[in-house]
């Protein structure tokens, strides 16, 4: 069994910064890339950051700077840093943490997804 949980959202004005954190934890050979997804309403999921095991960053359409992503391979988190943010960062956020896991059949890898944390951008 895997658990992924994320803390740390809430409402912010624009122009202000957030840090999401997501812990991983689990019956679990290796958790390989950990990051975060968004979905904002009427919007399809789209990835925001992702690390890999080497703590490789992707950070997709973001533009640079305004996100950092902070994975620690000792504690199984994942930060995201979230500065200057305008109203169209507003979305739920979801901490995906795919992972090499025990199975019947031997092991195998599966993606594992927290319940989300919002976050609302507004005046």
């Known amino acids: 069994q895997v658990q992924v949980v994320e803390s740390g959202g809430g409402s912010v004005q624009p122009g202000g910064s957030l840090t999401l954190t997501c812990q991983a934890s689990g019956n679990v050979f290796a958790f390989y890339d950990m990051g975060w997804f968004r979905q904002a309403p009427g919007k399809e999921r789209e990835m925001v950051a992702m690390?890999?095991?080497?703590?490789?960053?992707n950070y997709g359409n973001i533009p640079k700077g305004r996100f950092v992503l902070s994975r620690d391979n000792a504690k199984n988190t994942v930060d995201l840093e979230m500065r200057s943010l305008p109203p169209e960062h507003t979305a739920f956020y979801y901490c995906?943490?795919?992972?090499?896991?025990?199975?019947?059949?031997?092991?195998?890898?599966?993606?594992?997804w927290g319940r989300g944390t919002p976050v609302t951008v507004s005046p």
């Open positions: 995906s943490v795919p992972a090499r896991v025990p199975s019947p059949s031997g092991p195998t890898t599966r993606d594992f």
């Open positions: 690390s890999d095991i080497t703590n490789a960053k």
